[in-house]
């Protein structure tokens, strides 16, 4: 089993990165998707959920408006599209993978995302 993150890297406040998770090992259509991310002397936090399907989305407070989560299915990716970055949003993004009816989940090794001019 593998979720291998990439797209992260240093972007200047306002502007735009893509991350990436790849998923293998394991029949992607039957795990809902995550990101979250963790700032130094931080907890880490849900930034953006998405369902099986890809029909169903839920995102953090702080990043509503400006990131968008999706999924391809047929390609066993799950993306994180986000704009308008704010030094707030550095931190290591991290992709999660819950199975939608057994209690089992799966970690990447995470991404960093550094926001600073």
């Known amino acids: 089993v593998q979720l291998v993150e990439s797209g992260g890297g240093l972007v200047q406040p306002g502007g735009s990165l893509r991350l990436s998770c790849a998923a293998s090992g394991f029949t992607f259509s039957n795990y809902h998707m995550s990101w979250y991310r963790q700032a130094p002397g931080k907890e880490r936090e849900l930034v953006a959920g998405?369902?099986?399907?890809?029909?169903?989305?839920n995102y953090a407070d702080s990043v509503k408006g400006r990131f968008t989560i999706s999924r391809d299915n047929a390609k066993n990716t799950v993306a994180l599209q986000m704009n308008s970055l704010k030094p707030e949003d550095t931190a290591v993004y991290y992709c999660k993978a819950v199975h939608i009816l057994a209690q089992i989940d799966y970690w990447g090794q995470g991404t960093q995302v550094t926001v600073s001019s």
């Open positions: 998405i369902n099986w399907s890809g029909g169903i989305t």
